[in-house]
């Protein structure tokens, strides 16, 4: 079996299978573990995330990686003032010993130590690195995948879990997402304390929301002691083509900021003339709300290859239970055929993405809305 891309989901399945004795192979386009600065903090939920991680034994890594307090976070205005703070409050998971089989947690991880926790779990050259997909052809009642290093192996099944840009996915449904109207601007911070003392201070460890004139900026800090910060507003679809800002140029993206948010407080502007370049630009885009297609007896997807939508929070969690579902359907012996299990797996699949993605996108409409920072203040208080 051949799992294309060795991103959460891709791993979690991996790591699953290999427990069950299936002989499995990530392909992942990245040079090396090493090659690219993981994002930000990830919540992984009890019903989900969670369930996934304990199914997979690694309780324990996760107890020994996740960042107590990294959840709490301070709600501020455009003018700098804070208006709540989790800090002065119990609310949160930050217990003195995290119970995972509580419902209520939703303990915090830096996505790195994440990834680095299911590669440590797979058996040694299971992640064949420099593998960037190029396209595959039918072979026999399997495939003969293509990577664009020139090399060419064959697999009975393949798994696309390849994200919101899946090259797998064409394989399987010719159905396309439409852009959602928001593109985020991302950046990251290194040595925050020292390089931006002032947004690391007012961070403390947690992360920071502002949101303002149909905007928001979400940051957020990270074990390596560097932050992220994610700049969202809506947008023209194309915009980013024609812009006329160089976002590999920090002083270019720190005038372009300073001229989407007039009248905010000035606390933040350092941060976007000292991030590491290049800014990552992220527009973002949704499935249909009625997807299906029938099912295939050989290629599947899951995680944003299968589902993409705006951040809601739910992203990697949502690709670790399509893992974690799709590796029982392949391995509990309940179905007569491939095939029978892709479809029992696609079927639950596509009605908890269709049902996430209609909430992802009312969340990025009221969270870009005129009361925005009223309603987040209702949420933090369980009004």
Known sequence: MAIIG???GGLTLARLLQLKGVDVTVYERD?????????????????????AIKAMGLRDAFLANYRPGAEKGRVIDKYGKIVYDEHSTNFGTTVDVLDLDSECARPEIDRGPLRDILLDSLRPGTVVWDSQFKNMIPAGHGWQIEFKNGHT?????????????????????????????VVIVQGNVGHAATT?????????????????DGKYLHISSKGDGSIDFYFVEEKPEGWWNNSGVDFSDGRQVLAWF??????WNDVWAPMFEKADSPYLLRPQYCIPFDQSWEAHANVTLLGDAAHIMPPSGEGVNLAMLDALELSECLTNGEFTDIKAAIAAYEAAMQERGTAE?????????????????????QLFNHV
């Open 258 to 263: 300073l001229s989407e948010t007039p009248g």
């Open 196 to 212: 931006v003392p002032q947004a690391s201070e007012l961070l403390k460890g947690g992360k920071v929301y502002v949101h303002a």
């Open 153 to 181: 192996v064959t697999a009975d099944i393949v798994i696309g879990a390849d994200g919101g840009n899946s090259k797998v996915r064409p394989f399987v449904t010719d159905i396309h997402p439409s852009y959602a109207g």
């Open 31 to 51: 040079a090396n573990a090493e090659a690219r600065v993981q994002g930000a903090t990830l919540d992984l939920h009890f019903e989900s995330g969670l369930k």
């Open 357 to 377: 993605a209609r909430s992802s996108i009312e969340i990025s409409q009221w969270m870009r809305a005129e009361d925005a920072q009223e309603r987040l203040l």
């Open 6 to 8: 060795g991103g959460p």
